[in-house]
Nanobody
């Protein structure tokens, strides 16, 4: 399984960005996919996760109401729509996957496959 993240960039506070994660090399019907982020000097933390087959979406409290995770099955692509960004959202964002949904969806150790990061910088 390969994951390719893209869509990062520089945006002003209050602005929006949409990240994409293109998935390939597997059958993702039961997979759980997630977005994580890591700021300099900080641990990697979960942002949001979903079950590829649907009906399961989860968000970190810090992004609820501002970020939306989604996927396009036809394109094998996961998205993260980020609105009302603030400087605290500045991080490298990573997409990750595992073969099934887990109640520990927030834990980095649960995910087997990782994409390269994409930098998101929010200026004040």
């Amino acid at each position: 399984v390969q994951l390719q993240a893209s869509g990062g960039g520089l945006v002003q506070a209050g602005g929006s960005l949409r990240l994409s994660c293109a998935a390939s090399g597997g059958t993702f019907s039961n997979y759980a996919l997630a977005w994580f982020r890591q700021a300099p000097g900080k641990e990697r933390e979960v942002v949001a996760a979903l079950r590829w087959s649907g009906a399961r979406y989860a968000y970190a409290d810090s992004v609820k109401g501002r970020f939306t995770i989604s996927r396009d099955r036809a394109k094998n692509t996961m998205y993260l729509q980020m609105n009302n960004l603030n400087p605290e959202d500045t991080s490298v964002y990573y997409c990750a996957a595992r073969p099934s949904w887990t109640t520990n969806w927030y834990s980095t150790s649960e995910y087997v496959y990782w994409g390269q990061g994409t930098q998101v910088t929010v200026s004040s």
